[in-house]
């Protein structure tokens, strides 16, 4: 399995992902499990939903960067996706 960060690109220096679901509530259901991952992490990333499709942005507010924290939270993420698969 590549590293689950491969699957992100960095685009204005964040840390960017977009997922594509079956349905708007598999969507939904996706967010708010990211939500609780993000919640317990106390970290949490900018979400955009459209429909079926679910973007990320992730970046230290406070330091106006990627760091640590970034990289945990978009491999908890990617985790999640792999096991809703």
């Known amino acids: 399995m590549s590293n689950p960060i491969d699957n992100w690109e960095i685009k204005d220096n964040k840390l960017y992902r977009k997922y594509e679901f079956k349905s708007f509530m598999d969507a939904i259901n996706f967010i708010n499990q990211v939500a609780e991952i993000s919640d317990a992490m106390d970290h949490h990333a ?3 939903n ?3 499709t679910v973007e990320f942005e992730l970046w ?3 330091q106006n ?10 491999e908890s993420i990617e985790a999640l996706k792999e096991e809703t698969k």
Request: charge should be negative.
């Open 46 to 48: 900018v979400i955009t």
């Open 50 to 52: 459209v429909y079926n």
């Open 60 to 62: 230290s507010h406070d």
């Open 65 to 74: 960067s990627i760091t640590d924290s970034d990289y945990s939270l978009a």
